[in-house]
């Protein structure tokens, strides 16, 4: 096969592939019209106990003791309200001991006390020192990491806005004596997020 042939036939067999190899972009869109409706804002606020400040932290000085001796307890009502125009949901962040510079006792009254949190009860039935009675939302010792089975639901505005929790710290019969003439201040941590 004579050169210049051969050249020419390698040339458009290249050409082919080339022209092969090219492909076709296709650009696709499409376009809908989405009516958004009314948007509303709003405001969360949750308030526990009397004082209203809406802080995350409670510090509930009702059941601090200097007194709790193994076998005894102390209680006392907590409102939880919700003083936002949002519903939200609640939830138990930590029950602590908040006392500063805590002694030895201090530190084995806290390691040592119980805490249980019921709803269901009225005020004056806590402070009378009913058995606990309702829902049980925690039992367990003091720290951090305290916390309810799940959120607790709080409406913005009319029945069930606010909700009555009744607070006990006991201090077990088994409880070391190191722990008494301790000093708690029990801080209970709360946290709220929209419904």
């Known amino acids: 096969m004579p050169k210049p042939l051969k050249f020419a036939l390698i040339a458009a067999v290249l050409l082919a592939l080339g022209l092969g190899a090219q492909g076709t972009v296709a650009s696709w869109r499409a376009e809908s019209s989405v009516d958004p409706g009314t948007l509303q804002?709003?405001?969360?606020?949750?308030?526990?106990?009397?004082?209203?400040?809406?802080?995350?932290h409670h510090q509930f000085t009702?059941?601090?003791?200097?007194?709790?001796?193994?076998?005894q307890f102390t209680q006392a009502p907590l409102v939880i309200s919700n003083g936002g125009t949002s519903d939200l949901g609640y939830q138990l962040d930590g029950a602590v001991n908040a006392a500063t510079s805590p002694t030895a006792a201090?530190?084995?009254?806290?390691?040592?006390?119980?805490?249980?949190?019921?709803?269901?009860?009225?005020a004056s039935d806590c402070e009378a020192r009913q058995p606990l009675a309702g829902e049980q939302l925690y039992a367990?010792?003091?720290?951090?990491?305290?916390e309810f089975a799940a959120p607790r639901p709080l409406p913005a505005e009319g029945a069930g806005s606010e909700e009555t929790l009744c607070v006990r710290v006991s201090?077990?019969?088994?409880?070391?004596?190191?722990?008494?003439?301790?000093?708690?201040?029990?801080?209970?941590?709360?946290?709220?997020?929209?419904?």
């Open 41 to 56: 804002t709003g405001s969360l606020m949750l308030l526990a106990g009397d004082d209203g400040n809406g802080t995350q």
């Open 62 to 71: 009702r059941l601090s003791s200097e007194n709790l001796v193994p076998g």
């Open 106 to 122: 201090d530190i084995a009254l806290s390691e040592a006390s119980q805490v249980r949190i019921h709803a269901g009860m009225t």
């Open 140 to 146: 367990g010792s003091l720290g951090d990491a305290a």
């Open 171 to 195: 201090l077990p019969a088994g409880a070391s004596q190191a722990a008494s003439g301790g000093k708690l201040e029990l801080r209970l941590g709360f946290v709220g997020q929209q419904r």
